[in-house]
C-alpha cells in the first residue's frame, strides 16, 4: 500500500475518496505526487517524493489510473536500466493506492516544472511517447536533490542498490 498525493486537479478527475497519507509504504520508493495535465489526450503526471523521478501517464480512463500506474512505472524503471529485480518487487508491492492530498510543497513545486519541462518538448515533438518523455526528465537535475545525487534517475539508482545490497 502506498499514497498518491494529488493535486486537486486530479482528485476532481478521479472520483475517488481522499483518506490520509500512508505513513510506511509498502514499497520502496514510496509515496507519490500526481496532477493531471490537460493535454489531448489528458495524461497525468507522477512525481516520486523520495527521488523526484516523473511518470507520464494517460489519464484516461481516470477512475483506473491507479491501477494502470504500476505498469508505467515498471517501463520507466526499465527505460532508465533499473534491474528486472527491483522493477518486479515494486510494482508487486504496489498492489493497492490511496489517494490523499498534497503536502509537500518542495515536491509539487518539482511537478510544475516538470509540467513546463514537458510542455516544452511537445512543442518540439517529443511528448508522444510518454516512457521515452518519463525518461528524458529523469535526467533533469533538481535543486532539492542537489545534497544527494541530483538527478531523479541517479537517486533512484543509489536507492535501488541500497535496497538491492546484500
Given at each position: 500500500?502506498?499514497?498518491?498525493?494529488?493535486?486537486?486537479?486530479?482528485?476532481?478527475?478521479?472520483k475517488?475518496?481522499?483518506?490520509?497519507?500512508?505513513?510506511?509504504?509498502?514499497?520502496v520508493?514510496?509515496?507519490?505526487?500526481?496532477?493531471?495535465?490537460?493535454w489531448?489526450?489528458?495524461?497525468?503526471?507522477?512525481v516520486?517524493?523520495?527521488?523526484?523521478?516523473?511518470v507520464?501517464?494517460?489519464?484516461?480512463?481516470?477512475?483506473?489510473?491507479a491501477?494502470?500506474?504500476?505498469?508505467?512505472?515498471?517501463?520507466?524503471l526499465?527505460?532508465?536500466?533499473?534491474?528486472?529485480?527491483?522493477?518486479?518487487?515494486e510494482?508487486?508491492?504496489?498492489?493497492?493506492?490511496?489517494?490523499?492530498?498534497?503536502?509537500?510543497?518542495?515536491?509539487?513545486g518539482?511537478?510544475n516544472?516538470?509540467a513546463?519541462l514537458?510542455?516544452?518538448?511537445?512543442?518540439?515533438?517529443?511528448?508522444?511517447?510518454?516512457?521515452?518523455?518519463?525518461?528524458?526528465?529523469?535526467?533533469?537535475?533538481?535543486?532539492?536533490?542537489?545534497?544527494?545525487h541530483?538527478?531523479?534517475?541517479r537517486?533512484?539508482?543509489?536507492?535501488?542498490?541500497?535496497?538491492?545490497?546484500?
Amino acid at each position: 500500500m502506498y499514497s498518491i498525493h494529488a493535486t486537486r486537479k486530479l482528485l476532481d478527475r478521479v472520483k475517488q475518496p481522499v483518506a490520509a497519507p500512508v505513513e510506511h509504504p509498502a514499497t520502496v520508493l514510496g509515496n507519490w505526487y500526481a496532477t493531471a495535465l490537460f493535454w489531448k489526450p489528458q495524461v497525468a503526471l507522477f512525481v516520486n517524493e523520495r527521488t523526484l523521478l516523473p511518470v507520464f501517464v494517460p489519464l484516461a480512463p481516470a477512475a483506473k489510473l491507479a491501477r494502470r500506474f504500476p505498469d508505467q512505472l515498471g517501463r520507466v524503471l526499465e527505460g532508465i536500466g533499473t534491474p528486472i529485480d527491483f522493477v518486479l518487487q515494486e510494482i508487486g508491492a504496489m498492489g493497492h493506492a490511496s489517494y490523499s492530498k498534497t503536502v509537500n510543497r518542495s515536491v509539487v513545486g518539482s511537478m510544475n516544472d516538470f509540467a513546463f519541462l514537458a510542455e516544452a518538448g511537445r512543442a518540439h515533438g517529443k511528448g508522444e511517447d510518454l516512457v521515452a518523455l518519463s525518461v528524458h526528465l529523469s535526467g533533469t537535475p533538481c535543486s532539492p536533490l542537489r545534497k544527494s545525487h541530483g538527478f531523479p534517475d541517479r537517486e533512484v539508482e543509489a536507492l535501488v542498490a541500497e535496497a538491492l545490497a546484500p
